[in-house]
């Protein structure tokens, strides 16, 4: 069933996944993704309730589509 919520794709030192309420704003919950999801551009949730990460960089050798489930973990990918 859809939230409705935001998903809010974050880049840094620990990237993660964000997700606040559309009612109140607040955060609903994080989800650390692996090291190896490097530069993290854009997220959705699948109806699956995993989420379909896009990342990498032009300067990167590493970019691709994961599929991440609500642990972080890389469930597959693409190149």
Do not use: Y
């Not at 794709?9 to 606040?20: A, D, P, S, Y």
């Not at 050798?61 to 469930?75: H, I, N, P, T, Y």
């Amino acid at each position: 069933m859809a939230s409705c919520n935001l998903l809010v794709t974050c880049r840094g030192e620990r990237n993660k996944l964000v997700e606040l309420s559309s009612k109140s704003g607040l955060s609903v919950r994080e989800i650390v993704l692996q090291p190896d999801i490097v530069d993290p551009w854009h997220s959705v949730q699948l109806i699956t309730g995993h989420f379909a990460v896009c990342h990498g960089s032009m300067l990167s050798d590493l970019q691709r589509v994961c599929m991440v489930d609500s642990d972080g973990e890389v469930a597959r990918s693409l190149r």
